[in-house]
């Protein structure tokens, strides 16, 4: 059960003008499901993309990013399988994930190069090409409208259930543009530029390189902010379209609505990465990391991952025991080399911890159990060395994590 | 039950000349378990000692640091308990840490500085002093011999099994010295500069200043080599006597028997750092990370521990699935920008998984299942860049190791 993640809304989730979805069940691994996904855009449209820095980056993050480059962000199409993540298959991975391209711009009328390839699921295995094909086809003979739960479903692998977000951008009082996004992902996140896979969508107008910046700039707040087990996987993609379909256009930073838009894009983005960690592999706690008081990003960042990939932390707050030594010894070992633990304070949510090295004196085991027995916890560590905060969100590591991830191929 | 690691036989344990061993049940967390161990050194003995790396070291760790060095290496006892680390306690831990050696040096007719004090358990308490006072009162009076296998018994927590291992060192046909260690450990194993607790004896006479540097270079090659959960302790320590009570004498690298000496050390710390592992919290395989072909040492480390360290690789080991592509994965996320995948090689024992990127054309799912289903399991990747080679053990991720964690203290 994901931890406070309510199913996706139907009717919350607003269509984008300029993008159409199409889904198929294509066996791509397993006969029967919802595995595969196109969206066609409008020729107003301009994409950016941040993905892994995994170097066994798949063959289809490979090509993204050539067809990104090559194109100028004019793309047409995006294609989505789950099943098989083209990643560690070499050159006939790279022919496969170019060819699937060249089916799908055939079917459209477009360039190859027009067309953005994704994949997720088992590692190390080629895409059955016969069947992805037949399901291109499929698919686009249903590209409609824009059914976001179905492109939610369409491209989940061990999710517990699809994750799709809306917003309105509201301008002087009214509505000026939609945006729309979805994400996968539950095991192999730590993303490291973006998350296996986030796709948001408006129908605003956004100038190419704005819009490339605001990609960034968003994952690095959001998608690049949560961890589940620490595994930054090979296929890690986040994609920011804006079809140009509706009315509002956006070039600069600075002009109207622009600071809406990116806000709306920021949230939607936000609440897509967090349902990843709320619907992490055996997730029973969603745990927000707050580091403040540091020098800087570098080690801010260091000592919130130390915590949250710590396996003994995690195992803590799964059995909701107050075994709170654990995150000193994790802050301890982040590599932050002239740490002086006497300048170190910890909460757990209201809830004073530990102060000056130790223990503080008015600290009970019984609070510190209040707060652990919560779905929803914030570890706060007060560094006292400088300026600079860092948030950090991940959950627990329970025994289904273990059970899901020893079957997840059988 | 540790990966093919046999109890200790007793009788095939070393007694070190100058070296007596007393054990006592203090009940310093609970009742009634051997839970405090006292050494008493001969006045010619030598020590040397690492410690670990983390900024939250535990005050028994720093009060060995300043003895040591206060000393000049002459000490004449240890202490050791179980039941608290005696870590994250502020001064008052301190306090308590040189109290417990002013105690033993009372007892024993020597200098507080020549004390050294080793604390494991739980972190954020503070040592229950009167309980502890009176345990080493009982240790002092039992001291004999040295019986290794109750000391190791006395500083065991979630260990499933005492572990100590003896050595002599042969020289010219003959036995020249002997050499008794013990460690414990099976959870919060990273060492990063040794590991928590280690102590290994030998009755050669070592000058001190290479005793410290053989200290260091084993600790590097053993008990640093090692990880069960990515998580470096508060505690780490290793600790490596010369009782001087034998008749070899040893002041330099060139010395008669200096070679010999030096590697029945480094066989005992193998042994017992292996032994941890083994021993880890959960493990039901015995794993070995073998880096080759990597620049330089930095490298070759980061992406051994980047394999030893995923959740994803080892789940996939305790289920005995050849989901390898997991491997490759946390190869490409170890950090190493420049690392090009089209020049890896991935073998598991003699099976040749992937090659330039992908799949090895002759790799068999079916030979991935044999080796994976073996209890002691070789990774080696090639990665074809330099000449530096490197190892790592570590053990798999059980539904044992969530448990254990998640009922730890209570």
Redesign the interface.
Known sequence: MPVNLPLPDRSTLLAIPGLRIGTARAAIRKPGRRDLMLMALAPTATVAGVFT?????AAPVRVCQAHLAASGGAIRALLVNTGC?N???????LANARSSCAEVARQLGCRADQVLPFSTG????HLPMDRLSAGITSAASALDGSDWLDAAEAIMTTDTQPKAVSAQVQLGGRSVASVSGISKGA??I?P?MATMLGFIATDATVEASLLSRWCTEIADQTFNRVTV??????NDSLVLIATGAGGLRIAADADPGAAELRASLLSVATDLAQALVRDGEGATKFITVAIEGARDRDEASAIAYSIA????VK??F??S?P????I???????G??D?D??DIDLYLDDVHV?T????HPDYREADGQRVMKSSEITIRVVLGRGPVATTVWTCD???D???I??????
């Open positions: 820095t995994n170097r066994f980056c993540a990643a560690g298959t070499g050159a006939q991975g088992v590692i190390l295995e095991g192999m730590r490291n087990d620490g595994d930054t996987s090979t990939h710590s396996p003994l195992t803590a799964f059995a025991d075994n709170l030594g654990r000193l010894a994790a802050i301890g070992y982040a932050v080399d740490l633990v006497d530990a000056r090295g130790g223990r590591l329970s025994h994590y273990v059970s991830n020893a079957d997840y191929r059988s």
